[in-house]
Each structure stands twice: as C-alpha cells, then as structure tokens.
C-alpha cells in the first residue's frame, strides 16, 4: 500500500519514471501516450506505438519522440537564432523587418537611387541641399484648404550671395544659363516673350516707374 500511495504522490507532484525494462515486460509494454523521463534532463520520451518495449535511449528507440527535441517544431530554439523559422518572408512581413532584397524594394538608399513611382509629401517636408552653412530649400505653404495664400516657396542662405540659376544643359556637356536670380537682382539672359501685362512698380532701384534698355 505503501508503494502504491508514494507512486501517486510522486505522478502527482509532476515526477516522471525512466524506462524500466522490467515493468515494460510485465505490463506487456509501454502504451501509446506513455511519458518517460529521460536520464538526463535534456530528454522527456512520449510514446507513440502500443506496447512498446523499447528503450527510448538505447538502440533500438523505436516508437519513441523527444518532447525536448521539439519534433513537430512547434517552438523555437534560443541557440538558432530565428534561422529555423518555417517562413521567413512572412516572418519579416509581420515584424516589418525585411531582407535586403525586399528593403531594396521598399526604401530610397541613402546613397541614391532611382524611383519608380512618384515622391508625395503630405505634411510640411522639404527639399533640403546644406552644404557648410549654406543652403537652398524647397517647400510648400499650406494651412488648410481655406488658405487663400498658399503657395511653393524657394529659399537660398544665409551670406546674402546665395542665388537661382535656371540653366541648360546642352547636348556635348556644354552649359547654356537662362536665367540669374539673386535677392536684389533679376537677369533674364535669353529672349522673354510676354503674353499678359506688364506692370511697373514704384519701388525699384532706379526711383519711380522706370524702364532701362540696355
């Protein structure tokens, strides 16, 4: 009785049995669903046949699968470092961590590169080339759809001879400029057609509403 009680307080503390050989042999084998304990701690033994007599560690193990081994690799292995993922791409997608041949296809290199479909900025983003304390930008002014003075504007900085140049490039590499304008100055160096009006302002260099001919 003794024996019987330690038994069920052992199964119940959560122990588990080795394989024993001779018990194995009186109940005819070992039922399909048994759990052993392995000798080390690296090996917990389900059983997969009925009335198995082998020894899961030794060498005929037939019918018996490793928990600890993960046969079904339903779990991941820490020393694996994720290479034993069963599908990686769909791994990456839901981490939205991708390969270098998907980032290739999603992201600009810093480096450059070449899009393949539009650039859209929807906030107040701009173009930016800084160079010492020097820059040129690009952006847009647009506080809602109501705004009545909305519009892109260009800047240049901070020395004051900081300038648009709206130039050419002809075919051979030769360079043709259009057109100069610095933050007192415009030079139109090619022919100008106007359609529309042209008005002369009050507030100009020359004093009054001028026109000079060069």
Not at 104 to 118: A, W
Not at 192 to 202: D, E, F, Q, R, S
Not at 205 to 212: E, M
Request: with cysteine; net charge negative.
């Amino acid at each position: 009785m003794y024996d019987i009680t330690a038994a069920i307080r052992f199964a119940q503390a959560g122990g588990l049995y080795t394989y024993n050989a001779g018990f194995a042999g009186a109940i005819g084998g070992y039922a399909k669903g048994a759990i052993l304990a392995g000798v080390a701690t690296t090996a917990v033994w389900l059983n997969t046949t009925d009335d198995n007599l082998t020894d899961p560690e030794g060498s005929d193990s037939a019918g018996w699968v490793n928990l600890l081994e993960d046969p079904k690799r339903i779990f991941l292995r820490q020393k694996n470092n994720l290479s034993d993922l069963q599908n990686k791409g769909t791994a990456r997608d839901n981490l939205q961590v991708y390969s270098k041949e998907q980032s290739d296809q999603r992201y600009v290199h810093q480096e450059g590169d070449t899009l393949s479909g539009g650039l859209t900025f929807e906030n107040d983003s701009i173009l930016a080339w800084i160079r010492n304390t020097d820059w040129a930008k690009i952006g847009f002014k647009n506080d809602s759809d109501a705004d009545t003075d909305s519009y892109m504007w260009f800047e240049t900085a901070d020395n004051g001879n900081e300038y648009f140049k709206w130039r050419h490039r002809l075919a051979g590499g030769r360079v043709k400029d259009l057109m100069n304008l610095k933050w007192d100055t415009l030079n139109i160096l090619v022919n100008a057609v106007i359609n529309g009006c042209l008005g002369i302002g009050t507030t100009n260099a020359l004093g009054g509403s001028s026109i000079v001919f060069d």
